[in-house]
T-cell receptor
Framework: AQSVTQLGSHVSVSEGALVLLRCNYSSSVPPYLFWYVQYPNQGLQLLLKYTSAATLVKGINGFEAEFKKSETSFHLTKPSAHMSDAAEYFCAVSESAGNQFYFGTGTSLTVIP | GAGVSQSPSNKVTEKGKDVELRCDPISGHTALYWYRQSLGQGLEFLIYFQGNSAPDKSGLPSDRFSAERTGGSVSTLTIQRTQQEDSAVYLC????????????FGPGTRLTVT
């Protein structure tokens, strides 16, 4: 079965600083990879996805992620954090021929003014 | 267009009572998922429906949990004889197709068992 590891359950950055949220997956086949964001008391919203096209994927709200097969990673970045980015972020993987999604345990992002 | 909706948004019930949680997926989406999210935790997969295929129930934590999907659309998650450890947010998601397509999540139902 797949597994997804998000290093750092809590990350704090200053407003305007770089955001880096880490995600590593285990997969023996090329996967589909997703980042979701969850604001307080809301469901999950898709930020971006990788589906075997360009390895650098741009998403909403200025976020992007790079698929690195050799490192089995799909880290999420944003050049300059905004207060509104404070939320829970989940990385997820789906196998190319599978139905299940496997979610990481999430990273809570705090933005310090 | 309309997204995934869930009802009720909040449910408080007494220990031992049965509850039903409803999910209305996006029209035309063939796949439907249920997850449980406990306070400060990630998503725990419960059950998955795909078209007319038999559901994947591998994530249901006990036989007190069951779900059905009628007419390939609306789904109901039922928890019988609720326990305090069932308190969580129950999230539903739908997916247009399988390969490469993302899930769209509803706002969730917050269940509190007293």
């Amino acid at each position: 079965a797949q597994s997804v590891t998000q290093l750092g359950s809590h990350v704090s950055v200053s407003e305007g600083a770089l955001v880096l949220l880490r995600c590593n997956y285990s997969s023996s086949v090329p996967p589909y990879l997703f980042w979701y964001v969850q604001y307080p008391n809301q469901g999950l919203q898709l930020l971006l996805k990788y589906t075997s096209a360009a390895t650098l994927v741009k998403g909403i709200n200025g976020f992007e992620a790079e698929f690195k097969k050799s490192e089995t990673s799909f880290h999420l970045t944003k050049p300059s954090a905004h207060m509104s980015d404070a939320a829970e972020y989940f990385c997820a993987v789906s196998e190319s021929a599978g139905n299940q999604f496997y979610f990481g345990t999430g990273t809570s992002l705090t933005v310090i003014p | 267009g309309a997204g995934v909706s869930q009802s009720p948004s909040n449910k408080v019930t007494e220990k031992g009572k049965d509850v039903e949680l409803r999910c209305d997926p996006i029209s035309g989406h063939t796949a439907l998922y249920w997850y449980r999210q406990s306070l400060g935790q990630g998503l725990e997969f419960l059950i998955y429906f795909q078209g007319n295929s038999a559901p994947d129930k591998s994530g249901l934590p006990s036989d007190r949990f069951s779900a059905e999907r009628t007419g390939g659309s609306v789904s109901t998650l039922t928890i019988q004889r609720t326990q305090q450890e069932d308190s969580a947010v129950y999230l539903c998601a739908s997916r247009e197709r399988v390969e490469g397509y993302e899930q769209y999540f509803g706002p969730g139902t917050r269940l509190t068992v007293t």
